[in-house]
Structure formats: structure tokens, C-alpha cells
């Protein structure tokens, strides 16, 4: 039984990091960003990962791609798909020395 | 079941311990157009808390202070600078000048609540001191101006602040037969103008920093640079206090944005940001050196000492949606609550008195 529910934890972490690892992942330790500048293609995601000491607040207000993660403990990981081609600039609302350029490509 | 742990996947570069990653929310309706998915919340395998030798480390004190590429220092902008600063006749009335408001005897404010402005008229919040603003990268309560260049203009053309309109300061000055070789000394070839008069402001002001204090000795390896109290409160401070998550590193702050449920209806950053719920209420985290000369504290100027600045974070204010997530009852015994006073204490240095300059006639 024990074997049955380690194989199948397998499976499903093994499916999800399959998934996971499609997107390139931004991360947030020190306050900082992992990349001051990412591209990405039209419909592809971004996987924002909280692995700082405190809450970040990842957002943009850049037109046709817009959006607002709300305050995120450590330990949260949420993607965030563009569909907008242009430049899109991410920064945590709370620390606004966090700051990245995003391109969207088409 | 048997709770055993799945085990360790590296991912990313980062160690990361699964276990049974949860869905915290369905994709939320974001209110632009990139799309939101569900986020997960993971068990993320965190640094060994440092030792107190590394710990120390990351306080220690800068030995230069940094200045703009395009506005590097000279000793001729910041003499210029400094005669501006305390210029009065950079005020329609001709009664303020920057260092009204920000001077030298108040820890580099002005020790009131609220600034007093044109008329004497009260203004909306505490005047923040510029010392250490050379390591600041967002300038006003709000973060609304982004260099030491625009602050310095801010005041000056405020109606409720100097009052004073650009292009009739610029003649004023113009009229002042003394300035004229300071601005060329300072600004070889482009003279006097409202960028270079900025720029000498920002270049002075830039020169004003806490200089060192026991605690930097003690960080320096002097254990009888402060008490055992005070070292009790630097434990708290970076410990059940939670203080240096804001105000984290040497100069006690990394100018984040938070709501800490104060009793005040002004909305801070909320203004510039209407939608985010987090920036209602959210002010700079402001630095703590030179704290004690800089009473009274917070935006509103409403605490008149350190003991109740530490009650306040001990209870957490009001409880609601735009507080900060790290904001909540502490549980502090009277004994803590003193030694974080006591730690406070060891950020002031013995500031060289500044001279007030001759000006320009």
C-alpha cells in the first residue's frame, strides 16, 4: 500500500514538474529579482516564485498585460501568462526597488 | 497514512521539499490582461539561521558614499549646494529654505509633528530627514519622486511649501551678483539653470550622513561599545521582533512600502496605486540612524517616543486588509521592549555640528 502511495506521488510531482519546468521561473530571495530582463513568446507563462524571507507583492500596470499577484507569503509559486506582444515592467509593489523588464515577443 | 515525506526533487537550482504541494487559490480575475494561475504553495527548505559574526556582517557600515554618474561630486557643487539649501530666498516670502524644515540641530528634520509651510500653515506629514539620502533610491512618504534631483525642486514650487515659482526664483537668483561665479565654478559651461541648481541641492545634501556610532563599534568588534541590554535588542530586532524585515541592513531600511495600522486616513502610496490592495495606507519604510534625534515618528508624526513606536508594533495596530502580512501582536515582555529601546539608542553618532554658510549678497 505504502509502495502504491509512492508511486503515485512520483507520478503526480513528476507530471507537475514536467509542467513547471515548460516555464522560466523569476525568483525573489534578497528583495531582488533573479533576471532584471526575461523574454518570453506571446502565450507562454512565467513562474513567479516567492523564495524570499518575506511577502511579495508582484505586479504590472503595463498596458495589455496587467496584473496583480496581491501580497504572497514565502513559499508561493503562481504563473503568469502574457498576451500581449511589447514590454511589460514587473515590479513588487511592496519593495519598488524590485524591478524587471519582461519582453513579449509575438 | 504515514506521514513519510515524498523526498527531495532539485528544481530550479533550488532545493525545494514537496510535500503534497497545495492549491492555495483558483486562478483569480486579475484586472488587466495577463492571465493569473492557481498558486501553489511550497515548502521551501530555508538558510540555517546565521551566526551572530554573519549576522553583523550585513550591518556593517558603507566607507564612500555613492553619487549619480550624472551628477558626480565636487567640492564646488556642494558648497553651492550648501548655500542654497540654507537660502531662505528660495521661498516667495523669503522666511523658509530647505533647512527650515530639514535642519541640522533636529537630526536633519524639524522636530514637529508636521511641517509647517507658506503662512505657517500645517502641512499633511513629518518631515523626513535627509540624512543618509545618498543610499536612497524613492524619495518622498509616498515614493513619488524618484531622485534627490526632483525632491529638491518638490518643495520649492509647492503652493503650501516655499510657494516659490521656478522661472521667478531663477531671476531672483539671477539678481544675487554672488552666485553667479559659484554656479560657473560648479557648473563649468552651463551655469545657471534649474537643473544645475537641483543638482547642486541633491550633491549637498548627498554629503549629509550619520557618521559612526556604537553600534557600528560594536559591529566592528568592541563588546564594550553598548550594553548587554542593547545587545539583547539588536537579538529581538532581528528576531521575535521582526523588525529587520523592513528595516533591514546599515541604514535600518529597504525603502519597502507598507501599511503598519496606523490610525490615519491618509492613504500614503494608495493614491498612486488605487487598485493595490497593500499600498493603501503604505508609507517608506524610513532608516532608524540618528533615531532619538528625530522625534516625533511616523508619517503623521503622531508617536513622541521610541516606547510607544515599539507598543505599537507589540499590539499591530488595526487589524485590516491593507496591513502588511508581517504586522501582527508581537507578545514583547516590558524587559524586551527596553532593550529594543536600548538598541535604538546605540544608532546615534556624534554628528559634527554644520556650520551655517555666509550667502550670497
Given at each position: ?30 528583495r ?22 518575506v511577502p ?38 511592496i519593495h ?11 | ?236 530586532f532581528?528576531?521575535?521582533?521582526q523588525c529587520s524585515y523592513c528595516h533591514e541592513g546599515?541604514?535600518f531600511t529597504n525603502e519597502g512600502f507598507q501599511?503598519i ?21 503604505a508609507f517608506k519604510t524610513p532608516g532608524l ?24 508594533y ?10 502588511s502580512?508581517l504586522i ?34
Amino acid at each position: 500500500m505504502r509502495k502504491l502511495i509512492l508511486l503515485t506521488l512520483a507520478i503526480v510531482a513528476g507530471l507537475s514538474a514536467g509542467a513547471l519546468a515548460a516555464t522560466q521561473m523569476v525568483h525573489q530571495q534578497g528583495r531582488m529579482f533573479s533576471a532584471e530582463s526575461l523574454s518570453v513568446r506571446k502565450g507562454d507563462a512565467l513562474t513567479f516564485l516567492n523564495d524570499d524571507t518575506v511577502p511579495h507583492n508582484i505586479m504590472s500596470t503595463s498596458p495589455g498585460n496587467e496584473f496583480n499577484l496581491g501580497s504572497q507569503p514565502p513559499g508561493s509559486m503562481t504563473d503568469v501568462t502574457f498576451k500581449t506582444a511589447g514590454n511589460v515592467q514587473v515590479i513588487c509593489a511592496i519593495h519598488p526597488r524590485m524591478k524587471m523588464m519582461v519582453t513579449v515577443t509575438e | 497514512m504515514a506521514g513519510s515525506r515524498f523526498g527531495r526533487s532539485v528544481l530550479f537550482g533550488t532545493v525545494i521539499v514537496l510535500t503534497g504541494a497545495g492549491i492555495l487559490g483558483l486562478a483569480t480575475v486579475s484586472f488587466g490582461a495577463a492571465t493569473i494561475g492557481p498558486t501553489h504553495k511550497l515548502d521551501l527548505v530555508q538558510k540555517p539561521a546565521s551566526g551572530i559574526d554573519a549576522l553583523k556582517a550585513q550591518y556593517k557600515r558603507p566607507s564612500t558614499i555613492p553619487f549619480p554618474k550624472d551628477n558626480p561630486y565636487t567640492p564646488e557643487k556642494a558648497a553651492l549646494g550648501k548655500k542654497l539649501y540654507f537660502d531662505t530666498r528660495l521661498s516667495l516670502t523669503s522666511a523658509q529654505s530647505c533647512a527650515s524644515c530639514h535642519s541640522p540641530g533636529f537630526g536633519w528634520g524639524d522636530g514637529l509633528a508636521v511641517g509647517v509651510g507658506h503662512g505657517m500653515a500645517k502641512l499633511g506629514r513629518h518631515s523626513p530627514t535627509i540624512i543618509n539620502a545618498a543610499w536612497s533610491s524613492i524619495f518622498m512618504w509616498d515614493g513619488r519622486l524618484p531622485t534627490l534631483e526632483d525632491q529638491a525642486l518638490g518643495p520649492i514650487q509647492s503652493p503650501g511649501e516655499m510657494n516659490m515659482q521656478i522661472d521667478q526664483l531663477m531671476d531672483r537668483l539671477a539678481s544675487i551678483p554672488e552666485y553667479k561665479p559659484l554656479f560657473e565654478a560648479a557648473f563649468p559651461g552651463e551655469g545657471m539653470k534649474v537643473a544645475t541648481l537641483a543638482k547642486a541641492i541633491a550633491t549637498y545634501e548627498r554629503t549629509v550622513v550619520s557618521e559612526r556610532a556604537p553600534f557600528d563599534a560594536w559591529i566592528d568588534g568592541d563588546e564594550k561599545a553598548i550594553s548587554e541590554e542593547a545587545k539583547g535588542g539588536f537579538a529581538l530586532f532581528n528576531g521575535k521582533a521582526q523588525c529587520s524585515y523592513c528595516h533591514e541592513g546599515w541604514n535600518f531600511t529597504n525603502e519597502g512600502f507598507q501599511d503598519i495600522g496606523l490610525s490615519s486616513d491618509d492613504v500614503g502610496r494608495g493614491k498612486f496605486l488605487p487598485d493595490v490592495i497593500k499600498m493603501q495606507h503604505a508609507f517608506k519604510t524610513p532608516g532608524l540612524r540618528e533615531i532619538s534625534r528625530r522625534s516625533p515618528y511616523m508619517h503623521d508624526g503622531s508617536m513622541a517616543t521610541l516606547e510607544e513606536v515599539v507598543d505599537h508594533y507589540d499590539h499591530g495596530g488595526t487589524d485590516r486588509p491593507s496591513r502588511s502580512d508581517l504586522i501582527k501582536p508581537l507578545g514583547l515582555t516590558s524587559q524586551e521592549k527596553s532593550d529594543l529601546v536600548a538598541f535604538l539608542r546605540t544608532l546615534n553618532s556624534d554628528l559634527t555640528p554644520t556650520a551655517v554658510p555666509v550667502l550670497p549678497r
